[in-house]
């Protein structure tokens, strides 16, 4: 048989495509090229549609763009095309849903508080893999799988009951927080934070809060050391204080202090350090009595209280289970969260897109990763997040949903040649943990490949539109 000349060799082992997928890229810049000869002999009106206004303009005026081999999968793309494919395959998903999607839920709920069970009635025993690893999938799971896609809407139309409803779900008082989601977030704030904000302005440096690598570009100590304690601390010392400055700053009435950013990254540091020089949107004395304060009561002290009746060393031991599971779930929400969108072969954005215009599709799939698919078991481990580039695309879907939009989103990507993204848990985290080390960076999106018909603008205040182009009846809600 004969062997693919050196350049096809070269692009396989770059974006590990196969022999197919080489030659669409090949065909691609082929047609790339001839688009721009016909420009150059002013036959501008003979072009494919592929082709935008902006590239016609650069092509016109005799500047080629300069796109570096990576990215050259754009010069052909149909991003209209390939956005309608998604759309259509996005409403044809929420046609079908319904009973099965319930009791999918229900199954994962069944696992959740089996996990609950086997932790709490081992509480009292000497500190223990069984009751540490049973208590930490209780917190994982009611996380990143029950309140995480319930407070989305996953589950507002195919519960009759209305318990699993992203409008009462954790939601307007301490008691429901405690019974559906309790832990070191505040449902509201996490509900802006993460719906509202990180989905609307997915890798934007300037907008996403979920943007690690700007983040950790701000550390002044050891960067291995930092991403350790990150590993260990992050749901309390910054889960909990950025999400309550998102709540915060969508509520807040009037100019903000003066000198206080509103991208700052609000980490238990910065909340202290605010307070004390006069900046704050908040106090720490605040964040600890709404937000922090009664998980970290009720949890650690109260949940095992009775148990000092038997004994002070089965409270105790029912204290150094809750601390442990404590860091074992923080851990393991790390790996399946920071994973998401992190990486040298994941793109970040430098500007706004509309939502659920072209654009908005294309950074779901290209700003996204998955990992593994597949078994209830994976998944369940991987809290449902292995399907998040089909999350972000479509984000009030249910999770069978997502396990059965993956394939032919997979297909959909393949058939337009746009990259998706998909390893191990492994070896995202050998990635993840480049960027936030420093030793490597994420991947720019070409500036001038955006579809600028669809590029806006928001506020600082965490997402507040300013499109004088379009009304806000055009802006139909990711979430």
């Known amino acids: 048989m004969a062997q693919p000349p050196a350049q096809e060799l070269t692009l396989r082992a770059r974006h590990g495509c196969t022999s197919r997928e080489c030659h669409q890229r090949a065909d691609g810049r082929q047609q790339l090229r001839g688009s721009l000869a016909l420009v150059s002999f002013g036959a501008a009106a003979s072009l494919p549609r592929r082709t935008s206004a902006a590239r016609l303009r650069q092509a016109a005026g005799g500047a080629a763009p300069s796109v570096v081999p990576e990215d050259r999968w754009l010069l052909s793309l149909d991003t209209e095309a390939f956005a309608k494919e998604l759309t259509e395959l996005g409403q044809k998903l929420r ?4 009973e099965e999607d319930l009791r999918h839920l229900k199954r994962v709920v069944f696992w959740s508080d089996l996990c609950a069970v086997v932790g709490l009635a081992s509480l009292w025993m000497t500190p223990n893999p069984i009751t540490i690893l049973a208590l930490s999938l209780w917190t994982h799971s009611r996380w990143t799988m029950v309140a995480h896609h319930t407070i989305h809407g996953g589950y507002n139309k195919v519960d009759p009951s209305g318990h699993y409803s992203s409008k009462n779900f954790g939601m307007g008082s301490l008691w429901r927080r405690v019974v559906d989601w309790f832990d070191w977030m505040l449902p509201e704030a996490w509900s802006r934070y993460h719906n509202q904000v990180h989905h609307y302005r997915v ?7 979920d ?14 050391f930092m991403t350790v304690l990150s590993m260990l601390f992050f749901k309390w010392a910054f889960a909990a204080p950025n999400t309550y400055k998102a709540l915060k700053l969508s509520q ?7 000198n206080f950013d509103p991208k700052l990254t609000m980490t238990i540091y910065q909340v202290f350090r605010m307070e004390s020089l006069g ?22 002290f109260l949940l095992p209280l009775p148990l000092l009746l038997i004994g002070p060393s089965f409270f105790w031991n029912a204290v150094a289970n809750l601390f442990l599971a404590e860091l074992v779930a923080n851990i393991h929400g790390f790996m399946v969260t920071t994973f998401n969108h992190t990486g040298e072969d994941v793109y970040c954005f430098s500007s706004g897109c509309r939502v659920n215009s072209p654009s908005f599709y294309l950074r779901a799939v290209t700003g996204s990763v998955n990992c593994c698919t597949g078994g209830f078991l994976n998944d369940f481990l991987h809290g449902y997040l292995n399907y998040q580039i089909e999350h972000h695309i479509w984000p009030d879907l249910s999770m069978l949903s997502y396990a059965k939009a993956q394939p032919h989103v997979k297909a959909i990507c393949q058939k337009h040649g746009v990259p998706y993204v998909q390893e191990n848990i492994f070896a995202r ?16 999106f070409p500036a001038h490949l955006e579809r600028q018909e669809d590029l806006i603008s928001w506020d600082d205040r965490g997402g507040v539109l300013r499109d004088v182009q379009r009304s806000p009846q055009d802006l139909a809600p990711a979430m």
Request: glycine share 8%; hydrophobic share 35%; net charge positive.
């Open 252 to 258: 807040f009435k009037g100019e903000l202090p003066a």
């Open 279 to 300: 900046q704050a949107i908040f106090s720490a004395g605040e964040l600890m009595t709404k937000v922090i304060g009664p998980y970290l009561l009720l949890h650690f």
């Open 95 to 98: 046609e079908e849903q319904g």
């Open 429 to 444: 985290m050998a990635k993840v943990l480049r960027i936030f080390t420093g030793r490597a960076r994420m991947r720019r």
């Open 203 to 209: 890798n934007e440096p300037d907008g996403d809060p």
């Open 211 to 224: 943007y690690f690598e700007k983040y950790t570009d701000t550390w002044k100590l050891n960067r291995e």
